[in-house]
């Protein structure tokens, strides 16, 4: 079977601590997009060892084949919780550019947990699937919803938003774009750790800022902000020397997701987004990345 595998947003996300597991908790709506990778799994019939029970074949050579691999480790966890020995083949088609906040390697880790769940008849609920995912990532579980949601804790624990507030986003055009450089997930957050407590903002903010948004009338443009911005953009500054240029010359509400270094640009329907390319490209030249796409 073939799956869909997309990439993620954040649209709000709110650091508001760090946890005594030396992790942080946070505020998060997230969103998948209608763009990612496509994973394919086939069951395989002939023998093979513990160790040769998953294999993975990639179009790309800089995704990791072993077991670091967030699809082999959700498929170890899986045949071991449904006790399933059977053999899969599984190949990736991958489109979500790595390092980049976008969550591909999450999103490729559930759609194997998907079709695992499928192809075994084992038939694991939403919350059995949700627990696994958990294992895998923070960023994991948020993808086991087909839309909009609010994420909280670690990233383990998530909600699907409101309706009256995900229909003010399903649909949007956006256009998602990265340099040629990535930022270390665990990097960034080392960095709020540095500089706490002024980094982050408390839980109750968070949860008062997202609230109002959910209550009012207000579009995805009023919605957005990322307090990981603040420690990546000290660093990496064509991030911001470029998003302020989006917003000064196009008008386009715009933010970084997750700890980057993907950022992206809400789209109104008369968006000049050719002219918006052309000036990613002048500014963080042609080796990057630019998709349009939409929340979906
Ligand atoms: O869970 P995952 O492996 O995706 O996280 C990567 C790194 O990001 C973690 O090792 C941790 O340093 C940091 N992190 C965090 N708090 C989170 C999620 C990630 O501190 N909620």
């Not at 996300?13 to 030396?22: F, K, V």
């Not at 093979?48 to 074949?57: M, P």
């Not at 989006?246 to 640009?265: E, H, I, K, P, Q």
Request: charge should be neutral; include cysteine; hydrophobic fraction near 45%.
């Amino acid at each position: 079977m073939t799956i869909l595998s997309p990439a993620k947003i954040n649209l709000f996300l709110a650091i508001t601590g760090r946890r005594a597991d030396g992790y942080h908790d946070l505020v998060s709506v997230v969103a998948p997009v209608a763009f990612g990778d496509q994973l394919t799994a086939e069951s395989r019939n002939e023998s093979h060892g513990a160790e040769s029970q998953f294999t993975l074949e990639c179009d790309d050579l800089e995704v990791p084949r072993d077991g670091t691999n967030l699809i082999l480790k959700a498929a170890r966890l899986f045949g071991e919780a449904v006790g399933w020995k059977a053999g899969v083949a599984f190949r990736l088609v991958k489109r979500i550019p790595m390092g980049a906040g976008l969550g591909g390697g999450s999103s490729n880790a559930v759609a194997a947990l998907r079709a695992l769940n499928h192809l075994s008849g084992a038939g694991l609920d939403h919350g059995a699937l949700t627990s696994l995912a958990a294992q895998v990532g923070s960023d994991c579980p948020l993808f086991l919803h087909g839309g909009p949601i609010v994420m909280r804790g670690r990233g383990e624990r998530v909600d699907p938003l409101p309706e009256a507030a995900a229909r003010r986003l399903r649909g949007r055009r956006v256009l998602v774009f990265k340099p040629n450089f990535s930022v270390r997930t665990a990097w960034a957050y080392e960095q709020m750790a540095a500089t706490a407590p002024a980094s982050y903002l408390p839980a109750a903010e968070a949860e008062r800022r997202l609230a109002a948004w959910v209550a009012g009338p207000a579009g995805a443009e009023e919605l957005l902000g990322n307090n990981l911005e603040a420690v990546v953009f000290r660093k990496f500054l064509a991030l911001p020397a470029l998003l302020e240029r989006l917003r000064s010359r196009f008008g386009v509400a715009t933010g970084m997701s997750g700890s980057g270094s993907a950022c992206f640009a809400l789209l109104s329907d008369d968006a000049p987004v050719a002219e918006i390319i052309a000036a990613i490209r002048e500014a963080w030249g042609t080796l990057g990345f630019v998709e349009t796409t939409a929340i979906a």
